[in-house]
């Protein structure tokens, strides 16, 4: 029979061993991704598949960002548009998600609670239960193929949750701090702004990071809501580029995914620490 600390040390192999497995299967899929993405087309498809690319080369991603065979690429602009889409998604996200918070934890009412649950229940809704009111409405306010448009689509699924992390974050704040701001001339805007934003900046990231994914992954939307093929964003636009009926540019898709990847990777790399924090605290203190 094993001893307490051999049981121990056999507990702790086995759990590094699922780690280490779970880390695999994540990273393989990147792992092709990244190794696809510099391989000639005639190395993609040989059997048995070589992991490694043999010939590495930059003309896929080149095609990609700048087009070939004398065409254009517009990339760039569906680069573009994600960009101005996604930091304008995150941006009315968080000012609306912030006031409502703050509404809920600091002004309560009869049904508030119920009125939360509710808020955050619509998450288990899917985007085509609105996409044809959305998509009449902004038909009948002229919005398609704008960027107001996708800007408040994106924000109806990503503000419910926003509005929930938040929240446990201002609950957290004790009101002799914001009382004590009011006694010395501080606005009620004031102390929200100077005063209690600052204390809740992991909450802050938290919900911004996760706005900023929703916005930047969403394609149903986009796919709809745009028509010109210049106002399409990076989801649709690589659909519309690199896959056709009768064809599927792997190495352009490949090579596109790969730069798709590359911002929400460094988002992650500069905001890992307050994401985490941001995270676990709004789940135990909300």
Same mark, same amino acid.
């Given at each position: 029979?094993?001893?307490?600390?051999?049981?121990?040390?056999?507990?702790?192999?086995?759990?590094?061993?699922?780690?280490?497995?779970?880390?695999?299967?994540?990273?393989?899929?990147? @792992?092709?991704?990244?190794?696809?993405?510099?391989?000639?087309?005639?190395?993609?498809?040989?059997?048995?598949?070589?992991?490694?690319?043999?010939?590495? +080369?930059?003309?896929?991603? !080149?095609?990609?960002?700048?087009?070939?065979?004398?065409?254009?690429?517009?990339?760039?602009?569906?680069?573009?548009?994600?960009?101005?889409? +996604?930091?304008?998604?995150?941006?009315?996200?968080?000012?609306?998600?912030?006031? @409502?918070?703050?509404?809920?934890?600091?002004?309560?009412?009869?049904?508030?609670?119920?009125?939360?649950?509710?808020?955050?229940? +619509?998450?288990?809704?899917?985007?085509?239960?609105?996409?044809?009111?959305?998509?009449?409405?902004?038909?009948?306010?002229?919005?398609?193929?704008?960027?107001?448009?996708?800007?408040? @689509?994106?924000?109806?699924?990503?503000?419910?949750?926003?509005?929930?992390?938040?929240?446990?974050?201002?609950?957290?704040?004790?009101? &002799?701090? &914001?009382?004590?701001?009011?006694?010395?001339?501080?606005?009620?805007?004031?102390?929200?702004?100077?005063?209690?934003?600052?204390?809740?900046?992991?909450?802050?990231?938290?919900?911004?990071?996760?706005?900023?994914?929703?916005?930047?992954?969403?394609?149903?939307?986009?796919? +709809?809501?745009?028509?010109?093929?210049?106002?399409?964003?990076?989801?649709?636009?690589?659909?519309?580029?690199?896959?056709?009926?009768?064809?599927? !540019?792997?190495? !352009?898709?490949?090579?596109?995914?790969?730069?798709?990847?590359?911002?929400?990777?460094?988002?992650?790399?500069?905001?890992?620490?307050?994401?985490?924090?941001?995270?676990?605290?709004?789940?135990?203190?909300?």
């Amino acid at each position: 029979m094993l001893s307490l600390s051999h049981r121990r040390r056999l507990v702790r192999g086995l759990s590094y061993l699922y780690i280490l497995v779970l880390l695999v299967l994540s990273l393989f899929p990147i @792992a092709w991704m990244v190794s696809s993405s510099i391989k000639p087309i005639e190395d993609l498809f040989v059997i048995p598949p070589q992991w490694i690319p043999q010939h590495p +080369t930059l003309n896929t991603l !080149n095609s990609v960002i700048y087009g070939d065979y004398g065409r254009g690429s517009l990339f760039p602009r569906y680069f573009a548009n994600s960009v101005i889409v +996604t930091i304008g998604t995150t941006i009315f996200c968080l000012v609306v998600a912030t006031l @409502a918070a703050y509404s809920f934890s600091r002004y309560p009412f009869r049904g508030s609670n119920g009125l939360m649950i509710g808020i955050l229940s +619509t998450q288990m809704f899917p985007q085509g239960m609105l996409l044809i009111t959305l998509y009449l409405t902004f038909l009948a306010l002229n919005l398609l193929n704008t960027y107001p448009a996708l800007i408040l @689509a994106n924000t109806t699924f990503a503000i419910p949750f926003a509005i929930w992390i938040l929240k446990g974050f201002f609950d957290t704040i004790p009101h &002799e701090i &914001e009382d004590a701001a009011l006694i010395d001339g501080c606005g009620r805007l004031g102390v929200l702004t100077r005063v209690v934003l600052p204390m809740i900046a992991p909450g802050l990231v938290a919900a911004g990071v996760y706005t900023f994914l929703i916005a930047w992954d969403e394609y149903l939307f986009a796919a +709809t809501l745009t028509i010109k093929p210049e106002m399409r964003t990076l989801p649709p636009g690589i659909i519309q580029s690199f896959v056709g009926q009768f064809y599927l !540019n792997w190495p !352009n898709v490949m090579a596109a995914s790969v730069l798709v990847t590359i911002p929400v990777t460094l988002l992650f790399i500069f905001f890992q620490k307050h994401l985490v924090q941001g995270l676990t605290a709004g789940a135990i203190k909300g």
